[in-house]
Structure formats: C-alpha cells, structure tokens
C-alpha cells in the first residue's frame, strides 16, 4: 500500500516525549453492566479490563520489552502437548472459540483451534485499525485544526471579515487546548469580529453516530464509550456532568457542567442534598432535540459525599464544539458582531493559526492502551479523508481497511469490518485474519515498533496491567470485551525464546468476561512456561 509520504511530514523523526497525558483520559469498550448513574468517571475507561491508577509504567520502546527471554538455554516447544489441554476447559464447549498462534520469525501458526472462524472481536478491531492508520498516514502524521480569515486586521483590533475556524478531526483537542487556541487569535491582535465566525466540519461526513452499534439504551443515554465523530471534536465528544452536595440538607444539590457549553448544553438540576451517610442516588435523562440537549439530573446525594463525575456523548458534536469556542470568546474578551455557523472555508482565506496534534503514534498509544472508541473511530475517518479524499467516513476508512488486508492476501469474504472500535456485533473476524496482522506489523521494519509501542503491556499498563504480575512484560496485547464477548490478541515471548503472535477470541459467553481471562492467562502462562510442563 502507497504511503502518503507528503502528509505533513509524515515519515519525520517522532519528537521526544510523544505519549500525550490526555485531560479527559480514555473512555473506552461496553461495560458488562452499567446503569446512567453508575457511569465510570472519565478517569477510567468503562470496561472492566482498565484502572486509572495503571500510571505511565511501560511506555518504552517494544523491542526491549519483547526481547528473547534470559534464562536457561530454550528448547523447542511442542506446542500442541502443552496447548492441547486448555481445549478441555468448558469454554471451549460452552462458548465459541477461536484461537491462533503463530510464529513471528516464520508466519507459520504453530497452534489452531476454529482460527479461520469468524467471530466478533470486540475491541481487538482496534489492532487492525492502527495497523492501517501506520501504513496509511504515518506515525508522524498530526490532525490539524485550522484558523484562517478572509479580510485584514485594521489598527483597531477589528478582523474586517470572517473567521474560519477549520477541523481536522483532532482526537486530542480538549478544553485547555481550545482555551489557548481562541487566546491565540488575541495575540494576533484580533479583538473583534466584524463578520461571522464560521465552523468548517467538510474534512468528515456529518454521520455523527458510531455505525453499527444499535443497543437501545445507548442510543437514549448517549454512554461516554458510544461517542459520536466530527472534524470538530471536543473533550471526546463528552461532556462531564459534577455533581455535588449543597450547603444544606434537604436543600438542591450543586450540579455543574466541567466543560462551557451553554449555547448547546443545559442542566436540569432536581438532586437534593442527604444527610450524612446517605446513600447515593442519581438518575440522568438526556433529551436531545436539534439544536441543544439537556440532561435532567436528579436523585440524592449526601452531605458528607465527594464530588462525582458522570460523563456522557453528545448528540452533534460540531454544535458542541461551536458553544464552547463562543464561551472561550467571551473569556478572552474577542467581540463577534455576526454569527457562528457552519460552512466551508472559502479558497484564498489567509491562515491566521494552526494547532497540531501530537504524532499519531502517540494518538495509537492511547486508542489501544485504554480502547478509547473515540479515538478509533476519528483515525479511521483520518485514513477514509487521505486514502479517498474529503470527507472522511467509515466507509472509505473501512475500504482502506479492506487493502490492506488484501495485501496480506486475506479474502473479503472471510471477514467484516464495520468501524474501526469494533463496537458491533456485526463485525466478525477469524483469529487467523488478526494474528496475520500481528505477524505483518512485526515484520515491518517502518513502522512495526510504533505499531508495538501501542499495545498495552502485561503487568504494567493499559487494559492489561493487573494481568500477569507475577511475570510482567512478557506479553503486549490489546483486549476487547462486550457482553457476552471477550477476547485477547498481541504477542507473547515463550518458552523457547521465540516471539509468538496469537489471538483468542470467545463469544458467546455466560456470567462475564471473568472466565475468560482466566482461560487467556492460562494460555499465556504454559507460553511462559512451556519447557516445565
């Protein structure tokens, strides 16, 4: 596949530093069971795999963390005597499983069960997402946000004309960084807006709405982890709803948006204050009409309770978007006698400001460290935008998706991909399909360390990192879980030295993903220990 080497200095050096501390951190894969006033705190993801305290251990480069194991003179492995037994536990009977182990050195699977079989992956969708996002774009490749104007600035501050105020799809872009932007246009000396401020979302399709997730209480409640797509993007397309307790019991609780959003966000507020060690109980509602939404918030909270945070999607993230940069005008005190609307940039604007995202292996990082479906799903429009022009969609990043796979010469009809999160039961993948993948970003000598770099690391961060502490970083992988699916791919170092590429996929499950990571960190511990079995 032809690399698009003149993207914005695609192929330079990475800068040093380039994992990005996000201010709104991951929201990620479905929770297993999670009601509208029990949503995680953007502080966690929502799948059960993650925990915010996972710290920033294990963001070194993967070579050093894949290296051949040191201990004693490694022996080859019979992988099917000592894999062959874990077929015995009740899952295999009970659920539908997948599983496939190959060779990185050879591309050889070397253990099967069911590999060609399609079924649905969850999460793990995201491997193959970055894996076309590196290819495609770059690990170098940064989303822009651009601000451009059609007239001069005269001595008074006064921009003759319009602003333009032109999005790329930044997954990054958070509060603080749109604050520091809009205070960019004053230390151009912009302090008035003669004409209008005018949003240009054409970079993206204007289908909001993750396709392929059609679960009707999401579509109702708008979860953190069901977040909607824009060239204009904000906060994750979320907004974080604080709840508090007031000054006095019986009295209204303290309710607040995190975030300025008050020309498209409202709050209802209908929370009372309880008495000391009350129990907490809180119901949001969220109406979406076509210009503003409003969450109607209420329940108790007790005197003596924390403040919380719940978090939600909005329903037109450009709107979003539009109200908070008006509120960052009138913090900075910038007047606009027009209008803020939508439409396009016209050809010949001058460029006033352009704020750069980090690199977009740092973007990898966090997608697949802590699944964020958000950030998944705006690289793939990415991808859609530069390999089929603007705009960006699921469709033409999903094309892009499908050569690639070509080229690892897998069948169109031994899979389906519907976005790039895998948040859908209509995507299925056989195992097979993931670990060539796995086997071909490996290979890569371009961009394969960036494509590593990106998995969580067992024992030590991302969605793995309370997984196989006794014998950390033996493992990268990337783990996907919806109800009734859990499922596991990355690359393991075994017992004979070797680096393995696998992916065990089971859906279908009964009573939790629990059982399923028990199976997978059996699986992984006879990789580790193959030669004393």
């Known amino acids: 596949m032809a690399h698009l080497a003149k993207h914005r200095g695609a192929w330079r050096a990475l800068a040093a530093g380039a994992l990005f501390l996000l201010a709104v951190p991951a929201v990620a894969e479905e929770p297993q069971a999670a009601g509208a006033a029990d949503a995680q705190p953007a502080a966690e993801t929502s799948t059960d795999d993650t925990d915010d305290n996972a710290g920033d251990a294990g963001t070194e480069g993967g070579a050093a963390l894949l290296k051949k194991a040191e201990a004693k003179p490694p022996q080859p492995v019979d992988f099917e005597a000592v894999l062959a037994p874990l077929t015995q536990d009740r899952l295999f009977r009970a659920s539908k499983v997948g599983l496939d182990v190959r060779s990185v050195s050879t591309g050889q699977s070397v253990f099967s069960r069911e590999a060609d079989r399609g079924l649905v992956p969850a999460s793990t969708t995201k491997v193959v997402t970055a894996a076309t996002a590196l290819r495609t774009l770059g690990p170098a490749y940064r989303f822009t946000t651009d601000i451009y104007a059609d007239g001069p600035v005269d001595q008074a501050g006064v921009l003759q004309g319009n602003l333009y105020v032109q999005g790329h799809g930044d997954p990054t872009l958070v509060v ?3 604050w520091k932007l809009v205070y960019d246009l004053k230390l151009e000396g912009i302090n008035r807006v003669s004409g209008d401020v005018i949003f240009d979302e054409g970079y993206y399709d204007t289908t909001y709405q993750l396709p392929g997730w059609n679960k009707a209480r999401d579509l109702a409640e708008g979860p953190s982890y069901f977040a909607t797509s824009s060239a204009l993007s904000l906060n994750f397309n979320t907004v974080a709803i604080v709840v508090a307790p007031g000054p006095e019991v019986g009295k209204p609780a303290r309710v607040l948006l995190e975030t300025p959003a008050g020309g498209y966000v409202t709050l209802d507020n209908k929370v009372l204050t309880g008495a000391v060690g009350a129990s907490r109980r809180l119901d949001i509602d969220r109406a979406v ?5 409003t969450f109607t918030v209420e329940g ?23 109200a908070a940069w008006a509120e960052m005008e009138k913090v900075h005190g910038i007047e606009v006698k027009g209008t803020h609307r939508r439409g396009g940039t016209p050809v010949g604007a001058t460029l006033l400001i ?39 969609s699921t469709a033409k990043g999903v094309a892009a998706v499908q050569s690639y796979l070509d080229e690892l010469q897998i069948p169109r009809e031994s899979y389906t991909v519907i976005n790039g999160s895998g948040l859908s039961r209509q995507t299925s993948i056989p195992p097979s399909v993931l670990t060539a993948v796995m086997v071909d970003m490996a290979n890569d000598d371009k961009v394969g360390s960036e494509f590593q770099t990106s998995l969580s690391i067992a024992g030590w ?15 990268r992988g990337k783990t996907g879980t919806i109800d009734g699916v859990h499922c596991l791919t990355g690359y393991v170092t075994a017992a004979d030295g070797e680096l393995y590429a696998f992916s065990f996929l089971v859906n279908d499950l009964r009573g939790g993903s629990s059982q399923a990571k028990r199976l997978h960190d059996r699986f992984l511990r006879r990789m580790f220990n193959a030669d004393q079995l």
């Open 176 to 178: 603080e960084r749109l």
């Open 289 to 293: 009409t076509a210009d503003k939404m």
């Open 300 to 322: 108790t909270i007790a005197s003596d309770d924390e403040a919380r945070r719940y978090y939600r999607t909005v329903a037109d993230p450009t709107a979003h978007f539009m």
């Open 354 to 392: 352009q704020h750069r995202s980090v690199p977009l292996t740092a973007v990898l990082m966090d997608m697949n460290k802590y699944s964020n479906n958000f950030m998944a799903e705006q690289v793939l429009k990415a991808v859609g935008a530069e390999t089929g022009g603007a705009p960006g």
């Open 461 to 475: 961060d991302g969605t793995l990192w309370r997984r196989l502490r006794e014998d950390p970083a033996r493992v």
